[in-house]
């Protein structure tokens, strides 16, 4: 579905100061897939986007969406996007500006009120459509600029930032929504700096970094399997006689909550097999890091 | 865009022009009209006879206001999208941007139409009727001149008024103190042809021949640097 081959970006100011901004990036995207972007802020993350969008022509290399020239492929098809920064007319009324975005979404007239009403609805902005954007609080904005975005069954979802300026309770079902999205024809990019939420949506993460693609990761269970040694939080009801000689190497950290380090989840298991068998009740076991978050670590931390 | 999209999608245009546009027009051409108007129609109405007033007073008018009004209305028909960062969502519907920009353009021309005859209104009201033919075509030709160039300078920069006034003014200055500069031979090709509306207005209000060629060069300048900023909208990345 998405095709980056060997994509760079260099910025070049007036007085001939110039930038590297993404370097050598090199992708393919399958249609379906849930796909994340990661990386600490500069990393790259926003201009590889606005050159998916053609916002941005790539100094070097080429991307293609469905074979085709990014903005060739939105002119056609259209997409729905969530930018980084909800950039809407203030003066629009926030129905308003979903119903001008369902006009330039080619929505047949007879189906652009409840297009509309669908998208106030799925984002809760019913006591807020009157209301200019520049009356909007920042979670409310982000709601609108969500609601413009799935205004229309895309085939590409392009979500920067999505949860950014979101409450808890929006969070959670900004997560929800995007699992009812899910469809084997549908492909999502979410770019975020919330690699909890990118473990939790995507089905591979791209960590980039100095406008370089790092690593790719994948977050299934599976692939948590194949990663090597992890640190487990695991907190006992009762049983804490026992489980010192089970995992002699834990470091107690209070309230009756041990930190191990184990190498595997099949270790993992069977050292808590043993545990439960000579009478200890365990209340949680929490991985410290995600998969994601140890490799983006890692990854980082190498290229920096 | 298809027909449907900018069928349903004008009004909203037009509407985005009245509250972002029209009502500074509508200050701007009030208050010229009444600071420079009011005193030359009591001016006026000892010199010369009451039917001749109207119209003379709106000669001066449109000298004085037409230039100015387009300027207000045309800049930043593509800048204001870039530096609001309005092309995001926009453009990631299915729209071409020459299109909808293109259509922006004539968007923008309609509502000054519709601010100079509420403007004429009030002319008329106050001051006596005249035919709106003079001034509508005026604002039209000064539109397609002055907006076509500002509508290129828009593409790419958000001083796009700033660059019309420096290119206009090198025009208007250069005409007058080295029109006999043999370099001025190749640069009148080159700028615009400035003095060509102060021409079309006079053969307009003394109802004498009009130079087609002058005018069709004063609005073909426009609409080549109109042309030449679809140009600029269809191959350069609007963030660059």
Redesign the interface.
């Known amino acids: 579905m998405i095709e980056f081959h060997n994509v760079g970006k260099t910025y070049r100011s007036l007085t001939g100061r110039s930038v590297r901004a993404v370097d050598g990036f090199s992708l393919d995207i399958p249609r379906g897939e849930v796909f994340g972007i990661a990386g600490p802020n500069g990393a790259g993350k926003s201009t590889l986007i ?1 050159v998916l ?5 790539p100094s070097d290399g080429r991307v293609r969406v469905n074979g085709m020239q990014p903005r060739s492929y ?8 969530l ?1 980084e ?1 909800v ?3 203030k ?1 629009w009324r926030a129905e ?1 500006a979903l ?3 369902a ?4 929505i ?2 007879e189906r ?1 009120s409840d297009s509309v009403e669908k998208a106030i609805a799925t984002l809760g902005l019913g006591e807020h459509r009157r209301k200019s954007v520049k009356a909007l609080s920042k979670g409310n904005l982000q709601r609108l ?1 969500l609601a ?2 799935l205004l229309r069954d895309e085939e590409l979802l ?1 979500l920067d930032e999505p949860t950014h300026g979101l409450d808890p309770v929006w969070t959670q079902r900004f997560r929800d929504i995007v699992g009812g999205l899910r469809d084997p024809n549908r492909t999502m990019i979410i770019a975020s700096h919330n690699l909890d939420e990118l473990q939790r949506l995507a089905d591979r993460v791209a960590i980039i970094d100095h406008g370089r693609l790092q690593r790719v990761v994948g977050t299934s269970s599976l692939d948590q399997q194949s990663v090597g040694a992890l640190t487990y939080r695991i907190s006992l009801a009762s049983g804490a006689e026992h489980f010192m000689r089970v995992f002699p190497e834990a470091a107690a950290v209070g309230r009756g909550e041990y930190e191990v380090v184990v190498s595997d989840v099949v270790a993992l298991n069977r050292r808590l097999g043993e545990l439960m068998l000579a009478g200890g009740v365990v209340a949680a076991v929490v991985p410290t890091r995600s998969v994601l978050e140890q490799q983006f670590r890692e990854a980082v931390g190498e290229s920096a | ?2 027909r ?2 900018i069928a ?2 004008v009004p ?1 245009q037009l509407w ?1 022009f009245a ?2 546009r029209g009502v500074a027009l509508l200050f701007v051409g009030g208050l010229m009209g009444f600071s420079v108007l009011w005193p030359g129609y009591v001016a006026l109405r000892e010199q010369m006879a009451p039917e001749l007033v109207a119209g003379k007073l709106l000669e001066i008018a449109v000298a004085q206001q037409v230039s100015i009004l387009v300027v207000i209305a045309a800049s930043g028909i593509v800048a204001n999208d870039r530096i ?13 941007m020459p299109a909808y920009y293109a259509l922006q353009f004539l968007v923008t021309l309609t509502g000054l139409l519709l601010a100079t005859l509420i403007l004429l209104s009030a002319f008329w009201i106050l001051v006596g009727w005249v035919s709106p033919m003079v001034p509508l075509v005026m604002v039209v030709a000064t539109y397609l001149a002055l907006g076509g160039t500002i509508f290129f300078f828009s593409t790419f920069t958000r001083f796009d008024w700033a660059m019309l006034v420096l290119l206009w003014g090198a025009s208007a200055l250069s005409r007058t103190l080295a029109a006999d500069k043999a370099w001025y031979e190749v640069a009148r090709w080159v700028l615009p042809p400035t003095h060509q509306i102060g021409k079309l207005q006079g053969a307009l209000f003394a109802g004498t021949e009009i130079d087609i060629a002058g005018t069709a060069w004063l609005v073909g300048y426009g609409v080549i640097f109109f042309l030449a900023g679809l140009v600029v909208l269809q191959r350069k ?4």
């Open positions: 606005g969008l053609g916002f941005l022509h939105i002119e056609k098809h259209g997409i729905g996007y930018s920064l950039t809407i007319n003066r308003a119903t001008r975005y006009i330039l979404a080619d047949p007239r652009i600029g413009q975005a392009i | 865009m298809n449907r999209q349903s999608y909203w985005d509250l972002d609001g960062g309005y092309y995001r969502f926009l453009f990631s519907k299915p729209v071409r990345a609007i963030a660059e």
